[in-house]
């Protein structure tokens, strides 16, 4: 299996721009996670699904942010307009129930 | 609310050295305990995972044990190499199927 496929690797884009994160999860896991690094807070849970339906959005930390997952091997995380605070390493991880979460490499985005 | 730390921040060890990292959780109320892996730039690599019912899991040169009603977790390593240093996390899962991640121990282990 290829494990958790995320694109772009790095994205650096201007403030006020819409930027869209994207993500394959590893195919058979029905859970889809959407986390967010940085020096400052750490590594934090944004939205998770399970059978493609968002269960707990509340780690979005605003509208600006929005996951959406249209079927069982694609979800994307779009962040519009963007903002410098918003620079940092988004992660996307997959799993089944309650087992291992398998992380991607993740997305490094750079707001200027 | 669940909170989870990590002691030490960061550790520097020579080689051939065997560690211990600490890991401690709030709320007993877990599922299980992950422990990751993350080199400098890179995503999450899982190393082991303990159901809340298990007391330890082993892989190799690592082991892991669970004593839930403490609330600690400690990943042990044997023989440590240059090649193991990174920064090591651990992760509760609670019962929304969240994983809560704490802050990490940094390792170096010099040659």
């Known amino acids: 299996d290829a494990g958790v496929i995320q694109s772009p690797r790095h994205e650096v884009t201007e403030m006020g721009q819409e930027v869209t994160l994207r993500c394959k999860p590893i195919s058979g896991h029905d859970y889809l996670f959407w986390y967010r690094q940085t020096m400052m807070r750490g590594l934090e849970l944004l939205i998770y699904f399970n059978n493609n339906v968002p269960i707990d959005d509340s780690g979005m930390p605003e509208d600006r942010f929005s996951a959406k997952m249209p079927n069982a091997s694609f979800s994307t995380l779009k962040i519009q307009p963007s903002e410098p605070r918003d620079s940092a390493v988004y992660f996307c991880?997959?799993?089944?129930?309650?087992?291992?979460?398998?992380f991607g490499p993740g997305t490094r985005l750079t707001v200027t | 609310k669940q909170e989870v730390t990590q002691i030490p921040a960061a550790l520097s060890v020579p080689e051939g050295e065997n560690l211990v990292l600490n890991c401690s959780f709030t709320?007993?109320?877990?599922?299980?305990l992950q422990w990751f892996r993350q080199d400098p730039g890179k995503g999450l690599t899982s190393l082991l995972l303990?159901?809340?019912?298990?007391r330890e899991q082993t892989s190799g040169r690592l082991n892991a044990s669970l004593d839930k009603s403490s609330g600690r977790s400690t990943l042990y390593i044997a023989a440590s190499q240059p090649g193991d240093s990174a920064t090591y996390l651990c992760a509760v899962r609670v019962n929304t199927d969240k994983l809560i991640f704490g802050t990490g121990t940094r390792l170096q282990v010099f040659p």
């Open positions: 303990i159901q809340s019912s298990q």
């Open positions: 709320d007993s109320a877990i599922y299980n």
């Open positions: 991880a997959s799993s089944t129930r309650r087992n291992e979460q398998y």
